[in-house]
Structures are given as C-alpha cells and as structure tokens.
C-alpha cells in the first residue's frame, strides 16, 4: 500500500502515512480520525502562503512601475532616446550616462 498524497509505501495496517500523515484508504474505511485538526492548520498555512504571495507581487508590481516611470535618457551626441537604465546609446554607440 502507497500513500495517495506523497508516494510513500505504508504497512499494511497503517491508518496513516508515515511519511506526510494524510490518512491512508485503510484509515478511511475503518472511519478514523485525525489525531489533530488537520484542517485548520492547512488552512492556516495556506493562509500564510497567500499572504507572501501577496507580498512577492506587490514587490514585483513596486519593481516594474519604477521601471516603467523612469525617464529616457537622450543621447548627447545624437539625440535618440535610449531606456532610463542604458549606459549606450542603441543608435550610435556613445555613453549616454
């Protein structure tokens, strides 16, 4: 017998895995139940995910509106406009910075 969530190979008279602790089939059908609350600490950690996901896209979102805003800097030998962070001009190849 295998456990369904992680793979792990579980004795036969295992109610639940070894390994992760997700309740095995003989754990269900002999109508077992968690020696904790399970449930809520899934919530919970999935609450804390969410919220650092949040955090990494708003730091991403922060990242490329800066980028974004920036000015062009114009090339003093040319005159083309080159991207805020370029230190060459992509038209005639001086510094630009």
Sequence with gaps: ?????????????????LQCGVKSSKGVEAGV????NWE???KKAL?????EVEK?????K????KTIKKEPITCPNC?????????FCYKC?????
């Design 33 to 36: 139940s968690y020696p904790w």
């Design 1 to 17: 017998m295998f456990c369904s969530n992680c793979g792990e190979e579980l004795p036969e008279t295992a109610y639940f895995c």
């Design 62 to 65: 922060e990242s490329i509106n």
């Design 56 to 60: 990494a896209f708003g730091t991403v």
């Design 47 to 51: 609450s804390t995910a969410a919220k």
């Design 40 to 42: 809520k600490e899934v």
């Design 79 to 87: 005159g083309e406009k080159n991207q805020s962070d370029s230190s």
């Design 93 to 97: 190849g001086k510094a630009v910075s």
